[in-house]
């Protein structure tokens, strides 16, 4: 089973005004990159991604999401965290399109 991060380029500013966008800085596995022409990040190998999410919960134009893989639950569905002070919010699709909304209350 293969999942990996999807990247939203309507969303993704690619952090320009920053030495290292927080989805580079932040991958524990090295895995992501910024395309010197397009000036966007791309996941190198996505086989190698391991779905820790920590890129997708540093995106601050939650740009990024979780591609679920076929076995679990079909190519349209996903799960996007959306970080905020003291939560986050897991916005879960699955392949019909139905949506749910998880809350988790952290500490932070």
């Known amino acids: 089973m293969m999942m990996s991060i999807k990247i939203d380029y309507e969303l993704c500013s690619?952090?320009?005004?920053?030495?290292?966008?927080?989805?580079?800085?932040?991958?524990p596995g090295d895995l992501i990159a910024v395309d010197s022409a397009k000036e966007k990040p791309y996941i190198r190998s996505e086989r190698d991604c391991w779905d820790c999410m920590v890129c997708v919960k540093a995106c601050p134009f939650n740009a990024l999401e979780?591609?679920?893989?076929?076995?679990?639950?079909?190519y349209?569905?996903?799960?996007?965290?959306q970080v905020y002070q003291g939560r986050i919010v897991w916005q879960l699709k699955d392949a019909r399109g139905k949506e749910e909304v998880f809350e988790l209350k952290t500490s932070g």
């Open 76 to 81: 349209k569905a996903s799960l996007k965290p």
């Open 14 to 27: 690619g952090c320009g005004t920053q030495d290292e966008p927080p989805c580079i800085k932040y991958c």
């Open 66 to 74: 979780t591609r679920l893989p076929y076995q679990l639950a079909s």
